[in-house]
């Protein structure tokens, strides 16, 4: 498809196990940003990858989570030894280059903690 | 205080009615403002973006910033049903500061035929 992939839509895991979100961002993209959504916080940034440069982790709520980003194109994000709290929509967005202003959003992925 | 405070509705208007939806926000270093729909279980869609201060008409939407104020605001005109989505608005400080977007809470409308 022409927009931003993620998968899996939906995970159900236990507390303390460790999850992997996969996103697949619209092709020619060099950009690709994760957001967090969940009821009490909105939408939150998480981590922003251009190009070949260093990753701005700045919004990654703990050590705990992490996320790469290989060959330019598909991303990650890992969250380990999850918590309730963790439970929230993941949501990858990509843009042209420095075009920051245009972020086109997948679906998301809903994760729930149990 | 959140950095971008959105009133959250719900916002029920009749079919045709022109809808007001309105940020304010704290960081005088933000300097683009965009406005996203988002349908149930969809991801949010980019409606408009804006550079500084000033208006951009796109169809039946008018995006305006007062950077004075602090203050943001998006019209619809002749509202549809099929408006009806939470709409959130979002601001970055650009080249000069962090890209990544910070979002409001949304607005919840509802247009009812």
């Known amino acids: 498809g022409a927009g931003v992939s993620q998968s899996p839509s939906n995970k159900v895991t236990e507390k303390g196990k460790d999850v992997e979100l996969r996103c697949d961002p619209i092709?020619?993209?060099?950009?690709l940003y994760w957001y967090r959504q969940s009821l009490g916080q909105g939408l939150e940034f998480l981590i922003y990858?251009?190009?070949?440069?260093?990753?701005?982790k700045s919004g990654l709520p703990s050590d705990r989570f992490s996320a790469e980003r290989t060959g330019g194109s598909v991303s990650t994000l890992t969250i380990q030894r999850t918590q309730q709290e963790d439970s929230a929509v993941y949501l990858c967005?990509?843009?042209?280059?420095?075009?920051?202003?245009?972020?086109?959003f997948g679906d998301g992925t809903r994760l729930s903690i149990l | 205080q959140k950095e971008v405070e959105q009133d959250p509705g719900p916002l029920s208007v009749p079919e045709g009615a022109i809808v007001s939806l309105n940020c304010t926000y704290s960081?005088?270093?933000?300097?683009?403002f965009m406005w996203y729909r988002q349908y149930s279980r969809k991801g949010p869609e980019l409606l408009m973006y804006?550079?500084?201060?000033g208006n951009k008409e796109d169809g039946r939407f008018t995006a305006q910033v007062d950077k004075s104020s602090k203050y943001i605001s998006l019209f619809i005109r002749d509202s549809q049903p099929s408006d009806s989505a939470t709409y959130l608005c979002a601001m970055s400080e650009g080249d000069t500061g962090r890209r990544a977007l910070t979002f409001g809470s949304g607005t919840r409308l509802q247009v009812q035929p």
């Open positions: 967005a990509s843009s042209l280059g420095g075009q920051f202003w245009t972020q086109h």
């Open positions: 990858f251009q190009g070949n440069s260093a990753p701005d």
């Open positions: 092709s020619g993209h060099t950009a």
């Open positions: 804006t550079y500084s201060s």
């Open positions: 960081n005088s270093a933000f300097q683009y």
